[in-house]
């Protein structure tokens, strides 16, 4: 059942990879599942990015406002207005605006911040890295967290399991921002044992760096943290039950390898998948905390933007956050297909 | 078997063995005082039909007894307790000494590592070889037990293989390190006819070539007999029957096997399968044979233990027809303690 997926439609089922020509290919089809599968991902990846563009686009140019009324203030004249628009081309059809847009991102040209008369590609490397960097350790906390907990609550049945699956099951129903909005409180403001607001740069002082991401981080990690415990502690109860783990058992394997080889290759799969569309939402929620702890992210970026009506920052951002997202799962999909070929059959 | 062979120490020797499943607070004994031996080299065959506590004593001969079982009695492997072994004692004893084929081995293999590396994995357990030592050992096992290319189709996971293949790879996995005892549990029954005279055959090829005690279960007396060197018959957890598997099919002393006997069709059968009247259903659970309220011969004493009873020409039967004289008619009592009904589908019972 499986092997006819493989086989290109038209040939025979019982064509054997040793026959020339079609054989070869099919063979290497064979050999390289995970390879051909990534090529087509990446193919379909394109059209993607392409049409995401003009959403982008789209959305930011049909809200009502534009940035000359917020750059020229309340008193502005009418005449002003319009011959400031003219100047900065705003005044010329949708179309070919996006048309100037495009070309100019296929140059690497994002365009440029008609307020700040800055290229929009310069802020964009002067707040990605704090994002990503707050994504990352977010993640990063996480999964640590969240796999090491579920694997201690699925071996480890009794007390220690209820106490790890209520924790998580909390840490589920809490909203990240009334989390950061708490450890902000509890940490910064009532026990003053972190800030809770700012931030230094890692080449200033790295030790302040951290200490200003800490609670940022965890904020935003916890969250994940429970969600993959939950998932982790399931997919290896349910493994460490089912007839092949008794069979690895029969085998002579000690717990440590039927447990962190074993089971733990069964939850790889579900785990890279929930890390990948959590690095999404995590780069959303980033949004949300750095507003909170005042950090100088992607999220205060674009959230000025909005108010300014400053389309080519908002633009540049969102297309920014949403690539990374795609190739984030178009990553995640190929990492899943080399963890676990079950996953090729359903999609190719 | 020769005199010689019946005075060494057994491989395996079950005495007494009782297990209790504990759910929900009620308690169903699934073995109740089962006594084994198993000398080297022999075939033993266990039947009995599904629910009698099969694999529960295969499971406690690997020491691998689920957490809500309860066990008193005692089990030996070659003469060494399970009770007393370390934990380390009993990881060299599983896939090292006692190779297990499991019921379900279609399920049984991991899906997510290919059939070589599992093979690879058994043989790195038991004994200290390099990865590629192993692997050529592996592809050598996988050829063993008639995988076409085993080199080729050694990095294919489980589900690119048909079930008599994936039996197979299972067959491998449990003679990998030569064991000394072969436990199968119901080796053959996921597979249909043809394939299953394949692997019984294999497996009777294997054991032979490496001189291994073969722990046979099934729920086919006929298999059972011609397989094997003697048979010990399960009801309800409890054995009614063990003697020489030709002399338990020509003269079975314990109204069920004879039961079992009359059962097994012969020859071709259009939809219909003799079956034996009654159903297990609670039976381990009461005082006297638990075979009574389906038994043909039944009398009033049998609302008693019936005690162990010698055979003939060997073994015993728990049977108080068989303790008071010599159960010379039961062979042709058989047929008529058995009834022709529908065949009956999804009877099998499903272990929590
Ligand atoms: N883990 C368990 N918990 C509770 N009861 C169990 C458990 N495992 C088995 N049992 C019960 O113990 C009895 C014996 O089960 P066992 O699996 O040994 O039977 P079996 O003879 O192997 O049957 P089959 O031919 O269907 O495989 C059955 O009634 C079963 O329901
Ligand atoms: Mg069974």
Redesign the interface.
Known sequence: ???SVELPAGLPADASPGRPQTGRRLAWRRRHPVLLFAMRRCLVTIPILAVMTLFVFMLVHLVPGDPVTTMLGPHATEENIAATRLQMGLDRPLHTQYVEWITGLVHGDLGTDLLRNTPVSQLLMNHLPVTLELAILASLIGVTVGVSLGLLAASRPGLLRRMTLGLSTIGLSIPYFWLGLMLALVFGGLLQVLPSSGYVAFTDDPVEHFRHLILPVLALGLGQAAYLTKVTQGIVEAFLN???S?????????RG?ILFK?SL??ASAPIVTIIGIDLGTLLGGAIITETIFGLPGLGNLVVTAIAQRNYTVVQGTILVISTIFVLTVLLTDIIVAR????ALEGRS | MSAAQTSRTPVLSVEDLSVEYVTAGAAYPALSGVTLELAPGEFLGVVGESGCGKSTLAAAA?G?LPANADSRGSIRFDGEPLAGMSSTRL??????DVG?I?Q?PL???????SVGSQIV??LR??QRIARRAAKARAVELMDTVGIDRPAERFGQ?P??FSGGMRQRI?IA?AVANTPRLLIADEPTTALDVTVQAQVLRLLTRLAKDRNMAVLFISHDLHVVTQLCDRVAVLYAGKLSEVGPARDVMDHPAHPYTAALLASIPQGRTTGRLPSIPGEIGQAALLPGCRFAPRCAHRMPVCDTEPPLAARDRGGVAACWLAASSAPATLAEAGPVAASRRDVQSGGRKDVP
Do not use: C, N, V
């Open positions: 059942m499986s092997e089912s007839p092949p008794d069979f690895l058992r029969a085998k002579g394997l000690t390898q074993h290759r069964q963890l676990d070929p079950r | 690997l691998l990881r060299e004893l599983r896939g090292g297990l499991p379900d399920a049984s293999l991991d899906p997510t590592f994995e058994t357990a038991h996971p589900r690119a299972a996995i």
